[in-house]
């Protein structure tokens, strides 16, 4: 029996995963991803951070190996690839596509200076109104870093590229990006609607570095006899899609729209929420990139809120506080304790350095511990309020941005395994949040299959979207909710004049 597939890839900083998605059912029939052990990051000084392009491909190589040996997929049958990508990477090549040097990643910290002083030169309105965002530690000056203190090897640069372009352009010996790609390097003028030119003029940087821009989904080129040999695909297929992690995972939860939410909360947390309109937050706590129905015409912006220390805070409680049990019956525990832990407030923020307390470094805090009424119970239930409202914190940014949030989508994975922490987001926000079952690469591949015309729009694409709960308000305990959020906050302002 003949099938129709698309194959997703997942380029992440600690591994690379694939997902075959069926056309007919709209469900993953398989998915892989390698290494099985976290991918190496190479740090060779302090707040440096690199990997080498070469090992994306061969870990993309075994994922989709596994997944068609599992389907028994045929090469034919597989009908577009898409990409999703960690951002804010940089990638440079030479004229043969080899990379000159291991690429920047996301968590690298070098090029700060540079994107400050190209913020003091060119003036804070112009970045903020052209560039939505301060120039910061992104694609563009991780590349003016790289002409500053690597002068002969940016001479030898043809194209610079972010990590999906650099696997795309393996599959199909083309290097191109895209508007949403250009944007989340800073190299995106969203008021003139074309490459940043101006910045690229401050950092003396050759605007033919930057390969051509496609639009997110269409065809993007097609696989190279070498690469399908490589990857056991066909050659002549289309890669269609692709975009960064964060859009991607708000395509993967169906959020195009504005208003509309995505929200992940693993190690660290992410909201990403769909704006109408260009808009910016003054102090730069939040950042605005394109989202991945962007267009000239339509502009559709994703505004993204990171949050450093959430399940990464849960799991220290659990080692510290609870090692004895599991996490479902540390959320029991927790459970134990009234909204607002009895006055115990937890502020979340010991994971480094956090964009929406402009960069402020404060470290996790634990405040209004009573020895003779509060017990482990209270410490469990004030670091999930905790880093609920640094969530709160954030969309309340957001908010003054002009975005209207009434939902958030979720995959029920992380900290949303935690009614407590469900029921905590939904009664301080006021937002419905609807969690479903998908990921990046499965994402990837139904973005595929918009770009080549399998599906007609994203409606159709995710028609098959299994939405496995729903969690409304709790309105009989909306002033309650509000009043923890507003005692944090207090203590959060003492801590931020202190």
């Not at 995963?17 to 990051?41: C, R, T, W, Y």
């Not at 990006?177 to 950092?203: I, M, P, R």
């Not at 480094?352 to 402009?358: S, Y």
């Not at 309650?480 to 906050?489: L, M, N, T």
Request: hydrophobic fraction near 40%; aromatic fraction near 8%.
């Amino acid at each position: 029996m003949s099938h129709n597939y698309l194959l997703g890839l997942d380029v992440g900083s600690s591994s690379v995963k694939a997902s075959l998605v069926d056309v007919d059912n709209g469900q993953a029939a398989a998915s892989a991803f390698f290494p099985k052990h976290e991918a190496p990051i190479a740090a060779p000084r302090k707040g440096w951070a690199e990997q080498d392009p070469e090992s994306w491909w061969n870990y993309a190589k075994q994922s989709v190996a596994q997944v068609m040996a599992e389907t028994g997929a045929k090469p034919d049958e597989v009908k577009a690839v898409g990409i999703s990508y960690q951002m804010h990477g940089l990638v440079c090549v030479d004229k043969n596509q080899q990379p000159l040097r291991p690429s920047i990643i996301w968590c690298d910290s070098r090029a700060v200076e540079e994107g400050n002083r190209a913020f003091a030169a060119l003036s804070s309105d112009w970045c903020m109104g052209h560039l939505l965002n301060s120039p910061g530690n992104f694609t563009a000056a991780k590349l003016a870093w790289v002409k500053d203190n690597e002068p002969e090897l940016f001479n030898r640069i043809d194209k610079v590229m972010l990590p999906g372009d650099y696997i795309a352009m393996r599959l199909t010996g083309e290097a191109c990006t895209t508007v949403s790609g250009l944007s989340e390097g800073t190299l995106w003028d969203f008021k003139a609607q074309q490459v940043a030119g101006k910045l690229l003029d401050y950092y003396g940087i050759p605007q033919e570095l930057l390969p051509r821009v496609v639009p997110t989904f269409g065809d993007q080129g097609r696989l190279i006899a070498a690469a399908a040999k490589e990857m056991g695909l066909q050659a002549g297929t289309p890669v269609s899609y692709r975009a960064g992690d964060q859009p991607n995972n708000a395509l993967s939860l169906n959020v195009f729209n504005p208003g509309e939410i995505a929200s992940t909360a693993g190690t660290s947390g992410v909201v990403y929420g769909v704006l109408g309109e260009p808009a910016y937050d003054t102090k730069s706590r939040v950042n605005v990139f394109a989202h991945v129905n962007y267009t000239k015409q339509q502009e559709r912006l994703g505004v993204l809120l990171c949050i450093n220390g959430t399940g990464i805070l849960n799991a220290w409680m659990h080692r510290n506080v609870a090692p004895e049990v599991g996490y479902a019956e540390m959320n029991d525990i927790a459970a134990e304790a009234p909204i607002g832990s009895d006055g115990v407030v937890v502020i979340p923020f010991g994971n480094g350095a956090e964009r929406i307390l402009e960069n402020k470094e404060m470290g996790c805090s634990i405040h209004g511990v009573n020895f003779n009424k509060h017990n482990r119970s209270h410490l469990l239930r004030a670091a999930q309020e905790g880093i609920v409202f640094s969530f709160c914190y954030g969309m309340e940014i957001m908010g003054q941005m002009g975005m209207d949030i009434h939902r958030i989508h979720a995959g029920k994975a992380n900290m949303f395994l935690s009614p407590l922490f469900r029921d905590t987001l939904a009664g301080v926000s006021g937002a419905t949040i609807n969690l479903y079952d998908t990921d990046g690469s499965v994402g990837a591949a139904k973005g595929a299959g918009i770009g080549c015309g399998i599906y007609k729009d994203h409606d159709e694409a995710f028609a098959s979207l299994r939405l496995l709960q729903t969690i409304t308000p709790d309105e009989a305990h909306r002033a309650e909710y509000q009043a923890a959020y507003g005692r944090w906050k207090d203590q959060l302002a003492a801590n931020l004049r202190g």
